[in-house]
């Protein structure tokens, strides 16, 4: 079974923090994806890397940055929260394989700044 | 951008009620894809779809990919309360790299 991970389920942060989001998967796959979720916006593309130390960016890229170190991994980092950031954030993976790409999600996590 | 429309937006069915919900494209799409997302969760991959024409059954749940690689269904039958949340669809386009997602139909089901 394909699994991704997220490093935390809820978190609280302040205006102006430096917020750090992980994301592990154990299915080697090439691809990870950054996606905010709020009420009546669906699911909304940040980022994705199709490699290590690739990244590029999706819809609303804007106040965000991300980190492909290992492959395993994909880190999304908020250099200075603010208000607007507060949103449930999913992480996803797939891999690279024809024309094919199914997506696998982790938990989320509910980010609140205040 | 390129758009999915997912239909209904919301649905209240009483249990043991069959479902089905609906999700259309303006271009051609390689994959269908759907997923249920429960509240507080991430969602999870019901079905995928790969070829024009398939139908796939998961349980209680059929998907098809639509003939003209523009749409697809879900059909859910004899529904069970564990059926609430909210279910997505996801393709992608021929030529593109990005996965689009529907809006997503929530679904309720009175016991």
């Known amino acids: 079974d394909v699994k991704v991970t997220q490093s935390s389920r809820y978190l609280v942060k302040r205006t102006g923090e430096k917020v750090f989001l992980e994301c592990v998967q154990d299915?080697?796959?090439?691809?990870m994806f950054w996606y905010r979720q709020d009420p009546g916006l669906g699911l909304r593309l940040i980022y994705f890397?199709?490699?290590?130390?690739?990244?590029e960016k999706g819809d609303i890229p804007e106040g965000y940055s991300v980190s492909r170190e290992k492959k395993e991994r994909f880190s999304l980092i908020l250099e200075s929260a603010s208000t607007n950031q507060t949103s449930m954030y999913l992480c996803?993976?797939?891999?690279?394989?024809?024309?094919?790409?199914?997506?696998?999600f982790g938990p989320g996590t509910r980010l609140t700044v205040l | 951008g390129q758009q999915l429309n997912q239909s209904p937006q919301s649905m209240f069915i009483q249990e043991g009620e069959d479902v089905s919900m609906n999700c259309t494209s303006s271009s051609i799409f390689n994959t269908w894809l759907w997923y249920k997302q429960d509240p507080g969760e991430g969602p999870v991959l019901l079905i995928a779809?790969?070829?024009?024409?398939e139908l796939t059954s998961n349980g209680r749940l059929t998907a098809q990919f639509g003939i003209t690689r523009k749409g697809s269904f879900l059909n859910i039958s004899a529904s069970i309360p564990s059926d609430v949340g909210i279910y997505f669809c996801a393709g992608r386009p021929t030529g593109g790299f990005k996965t689009i997602f529907g809006a997503g139909t929530r679904l309720f089901v009175k016991a």
């Open positions: 299915m080697d796959h090439e691809n």
């Open positions: 996803a993976s797939s891999a690279t394989s024809g024309s094919t790409d199914t997506q696998y």
């Open positions: 779809l790969y070829k024009a024409g």
């Open positions: 890397s199709y490699d290590v130390k690739m990244k």
